[in-house]
């Protein structure tokens, strides 16, 4: 069993910087990968950026230049620090973990970016 903890979330205008944490505790075995997914109102979860405990990184194409995430396998902990947010980034924010195919979520962590 695996539990993710997030922290971070938070209300921020048009232009400016979060950075979102997520802490996993319980069995944890590399390899395995960990990342930010995001859900909209009205919208479906989608990914946002991943990081494999061999440092393998995938970003969306709509955050790339924007996000950077970064994990420490050690602590197993997984960051993502969001700059020049826009609107569109507005969403809750799920920290996952996937090993082998299984998927493990934290609660959801609220982004919003308005003026």
């Known amino acids: 069993q695996v539990q993710l903890v997030e922290s971070g979330g938070g209300l921020v205008q048009p232009g400016g910087s979060l950075r979102l944490s997520c802490a996993a505790s319980?069995?944890?075995?590399?390899?395995?990968?960990m990342g930010w997914y995001r859900q909209a109102p009205g919208k479906e979860r989608e990914l946002v950026a991943t990081?494999?405990?061999?440092?393998?990184?995938n970003y969306a194409d709509s955050v790339k230049g924007r996000f950077t995430i970064s994990g420490d396998n050690a602590k197993n902990t997984v960051s993502l620090q969001m700059n020049s947010l826009k609107p569109e980034d507005t969403a809750v924010y799920y920290c996952?973990?996937?090993?082998?195919?299984?998927?493990?979520w934290g609660q959801g962590t609220q982004v919003t970016v308005s003026s």
């Open positions: 996952n973990l996937n090993r082998l195919g299984r998927n493990s």
């Open positions: 319980g069995r944890i075995f590399t390899p395995y990968a």
């Open positions: 990081v494999t405990s061999g440092g393998s990184r």
